[in-house]
């Protein structure tokens, strides 16, 4: 997934990069780490010493100054593993959780932790999503009651990636009041490590999909957290996600195409070597048909999700985009993962085939970071409907 118009020489200098490592060092261990559900800490580590940890983090804590077409090179080529499971857990740590700390954190709590953030030494996760609470974070029910100089978190939350092996987590919590006409207002944002009192990994959770990468429900039951890892401001914490989102829809979007754009390669290769009735699969006219329209909707997606990646690069209003980009992208991602396994026929069906994961990783797209229905309802609501 290239193109000249969107990245520069540098850019595509890292893609090689990137490229060459994932092939070396990623893509011969991801049949192990699926088997594991987990990511050894020695790629965290190794992650670190390439300085893939924060590409477009300031130099002074450890980053390389990039900026944010950079982390987009990043997603597409660690998508390429044959693992969504890794891929997202690299995200999840450079673009779903740290970024929020440049953005929001005090002078002393980046010096406290982005330096070993950036290392690898500590994995990041997000926690939003409750049992009860997902897209419609309103409805958080975690709460921080201040008392004193601290704030004590009650409360659970699911389907955390990173969350089983995690460090630092990102907790939103309840810590006042929210009226009928603003449903939003009484959340914040901690800064949450693990190993203390009242803060346990109640169940590691079992996946179709995404198997290396771990995935939690957490508990809090009066966990302290300082009032100095209060991140951001008091009360505003849905602002400062919704700050986030877009950010993390595009990556997301970019995660599922490249995946997807792997996937459609394996297949083209397998119909170019498969043979039936005395030619190859690639010979038949309606494979071919079929192959050159995947190829057609993964362009159509690609182009719009770059749209939405420069916009947000620049710093612009891009919701709608954004929005239209995550939708399309990951719709279009399951409809070639359908395909993909189809055009292999039986053994698309085995797990010695890449396109038999991928169909199960891919499946997550489109509920993740926002649901399909969602994104409709976003964009819906900025037409003059």
Known sequence: MGGQAVFSGEHEQLRKAVRAFVEKEVTPCVAAWETAGRIPRTFWRRLGELGLLGLDFPVAYGGSGGDFL????????????????????????????SPWLVRYGTEAQKRRYLPRVLSGETVCALAITEPGAGSDMAALATRAERRGDHYVLTGRKIFITNGVHGDLYFVAARTGPATAERRHDGLSMFLVERGLPGFE??????????????????????????????????????????????????????????????????????????????????????????????????????????????????????????????????????????????????????????VEGFFRDVRLWTIASGTSEIMREIIAKRLPL
């Open 70 to 97: 950079s982390s987009v090179v990043l997603g597409e080529e660690m998508a390429r593993c044959r693992s969504g499971g890794v891929a997202f857990s690299v995200l999840v740590h450079t673009d779903m959780s």
């Open 201 to 354: 990994v109640s169940r590691t959770l079992d996946k179709m999909g995404m198997r290396a990468s771990d995935t939690a429900e957490l508990a809090f039951d009066g966990y302290a957290v300082p009032a100095e890892s209060l991140l951001g401001v008091e009360g505003r914490g849905f602002q400062q996600l919704a700050a986030g989102l877009q950010r993390e829809r595009t990556m997301v979007a970019v995660l599922a195409l490249s995946g997807a754009a792997q996937a459609l390669e394996d297949t083209i290769a397998y119909l170019r070597e498969r043979q039936a009735f005395g030619e190859p699969l690639a010979a038949r006219q309606v494979l071919r048909h079929r192959v050159a329209e995947l190829a057609t909707d993964l362009e159509a997606a690609r182009q719009l999700v770059y749209h939405a990646a420069r916009l947000h690069a620049a710093g612009e209003e891009c919701v709608r985009e954004v929005s239209m980009a995550k939708l399309l992208a990951t719709e279009v991602a399951n409809r070639v993962a359908y395909h993909a396994v189809q055009l292999h026929g039986g053994y698309g069906y085995m797990r010695e085939f890449p």
